[in-house]
């Protein structure tokens, strides 16, 4: 059999509206998600043994052995069968863009192939992030990430920041010292283009803002460098942090922006990406 090739594109929370806390201390999201054309690649080929074998840009300090979520995804189908997985990792990890989870999804959908058996129901053992990435589309997220609801969205021209600082989750939500907000409306408008949505979206939150600034500053300075460059409509921090993302009205404006932020901070993680648009 050849190998089966899985995208891990990054994850962006364009919204995150913290609604509540659960009694076993998770908390209740409305998240509009989507994802962008950047991520992490997953390969599996057949083998006798299982073994994971890390590489690519952003490998260093992300765990090989059985603490890395493409192992677990591995282990949760419950099979003594063998398969050599490579992760190429090219997203920073613990920065909000779901990394983790999106390579234990990739892992999920291509172990499915390569052993023929269904994706294991409990997957969001994994991580709360698990069921929006493993169809890695547009979505509405709820509950604490178990419920997702399809929603196409056009597409938007993105600039994605981090400044090399991680920012683990639960810190950030204990931080939110329960204080919740509103859900977003019952019913999401119709966007018949890119300028709608931005307009809409300038009148979300997202409410880990301001717990994850308080334990990472550097994300303030962030929000600012991008929110500075010409033609930023929109500068937002995805997830729990620390990245950003800023959006743009077109791919030259984004990559403009992607330059002019990595010649002034080199040691930040720059991408200009297109993101959502299925
Ligand atoms: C905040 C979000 C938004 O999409 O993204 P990231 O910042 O991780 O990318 C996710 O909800 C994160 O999902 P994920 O990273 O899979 O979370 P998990 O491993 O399940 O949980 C890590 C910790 O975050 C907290 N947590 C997570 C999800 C949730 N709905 N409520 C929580 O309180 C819990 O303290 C938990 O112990
Ligand atoms: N494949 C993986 N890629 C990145 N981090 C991983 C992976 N497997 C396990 N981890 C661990 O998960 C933690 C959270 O990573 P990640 O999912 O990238 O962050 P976030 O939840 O902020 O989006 C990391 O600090 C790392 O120790």
């Known amino acids: 059999m050849a190998p089966i090739d899985a995208f891990a594109p990054a994850k962006i929370n364009l919204t995150l509206h913290v609604t509540g806390r659960r009694q076993d201390g998770y908390h209740l999201l409305d998240s509009l998600v989507a994802f962008a054309d950047v991520g992490d690649r997953v390969r599996v080929e057949p083998a006798l043994e299982l073994s994971l074998e890390v590489g690519g840009p952003r490998a260093l300090g992300v765990p090989t052995g059985p603490d890395n979520l493409v192992l677990k995804a591995a282990a949760l189908f419950g099979v003594d069968e063998g398969a050599r997985i490579t992760l190429e990792k090219h997203l ?36 709360a992030d698990i069921p929006v990435c493993l169809p890695s589309r ?7 990430g178990e ?7 056009p597409p938007l021209d993105a600039v994605l920041v981090n400044p090399g600082v991680s920012v683990p989750t639960g810190p950030v939500f204990a931080a939110l010292e329960g204080q919740f907000g509103a859900p977003m409306q019952g019913v999401l408008p119709q966007f018949d283009g890119a300028g709608a949505l931005l307009d809409w979206l300038g009148d979300q939150r997202n409410d880990l803002e301001t717990p994850a600034r308080q334990i990472a500053p550097a994300i303030g300075d962030t929000l600012a460098a991008l929110a500075a460059t010409r033609h930023c ?46």
């Open 233 to 278: 409509a929109l500068a937002r921090m995805s997830g729990s942090g620390a990245t950003c993302f800023g959006l743009f009205p077109s791919p030259a404006s984004a990559r403009a922006a992607a330059q002019q932020l990595s010649q002034a901070h080199p040691g930040w993680w720059v991408q200009a990406t297109r993101i959502g648009g299925d």
């Open 147 to 153: 419920t997702v609801t399809p929603l196409p969205l």
């Open 92 to 127: 920073p990890a613990a920065a909000g863009i779901g990394g983790g989870s999106a390579d234990a999804a990739a892992t999920l959908r291509a172990l499915s192939k390569l052993w023929g058996r269904t994706i294991p129901s409990d997957c969001a053992r994994l991580g």
């Open 138 to 144: 547009t979505a509405r997220m709820q509950g604490i």
